[in-house]
């Protein structure tokens, strides 16, 4: 994080908050990292809808849109960490949610898993910006997703994980 920019107090903070440096960069999480894309599927069974969380501007690449997530704790794993941390940023409850699959960015000494999720039958998610890391948490359509600035390892990952969804089944 820029020495400008500090996280207010008061932030869901453990042992694996810290940088770690990678050749010429830094990488948040000295666990690594992991964060949660959340879909819902529109009634023609396709993806209609993913949770994205406005990054706060203090934060590394503020003010551009991406998936609840962040360091992982001592000890824990990569869809334990993606489901505390959409609780914690966004008031995903991880009851509502079924994993179906994960994308690994391996770095040489970090590694960041997106854990991708659909909503459970019958499960209800109103996400909101759960704590000061996000300026705002939403469901986003993906025909919204080119007039918003998003993250840009998200935006490049973005149609891979998108292949991680099962085939939807078409409603009605």
């Known amino acids: 994080m820029s020495e400008s920019l500090k996280a207010p107090a008061g932030l869901h903070r453990h042992d694996g908050d810290e940088w770690v440096e990678c050749g010429d960069h830094q990488h948040w999480g000295r666990y690594g990292a992991a964060g949660l894309l959340l879909v819902?599927?529109?009634?023609?069974?396709?993806?209609?809808?993913?949770?994205?969380?406005?990054?706060?501007?203090w934060s590394h690449m503020?003010?551009?849109?991406?998936?609840?997530?962040?360091?992982?704790?001592?000890?824990?794993?990569?869809?334990?960490?993606?489901?505390?941390?959409?609780?914690?940023?966004?008031?995903?409850?991880?009851?509502a949610v079924e994993v179906v699959g994960t994308h690994v960015l391996?770095?040489?000494?970090?590694?960041?898993?997106?854990?991708?999720a659909e909503l459970r039958p019958g499960a209800r998610v109103d996400p909101r910006a759960a704590d000061a890391e996000s300026l705002a948490v939403r469901w986003?359509?993906?025909?919204?997703?080119?007039?918003?600035?998003?993250?840009?390892?998200?935006?490049a990952a973005l149609p891979a994980l998108l292949d991680l969804l099962p085939p939807g089944v078409r409603a009605g």
């Not at 391996?106 to 854990?115: A, C, F, I």
């Not at 600035?149 to 935006?155: A, D, H, V």
């Open 40 to 57: 819902r599927r529109g009634a023609d069974g396709a993806p209609g809808h993913l949770v994205l969380q406005h990054r706060a501007l």
């Open 140 to 155: 986003v359509a993906l025909s919204e997703l080119g007039g918003l600035s998003l993250l840009p390892p998200f935006e």
């Open 106 to 116: 391996e770095h040489p000494v970090w590694r960041y898993t997106t854990v991708v």
């Open 62 to 95: 503020g003010g551009t849109w991406g998936i609840p997530g962040g360091a992982l704790a001592p000890g824990e794993s990569p869809g334990d960490g993606a489901l505390r941390e959409a609780a914690e940023e966004a008031a995903v409850d991880p009851a």
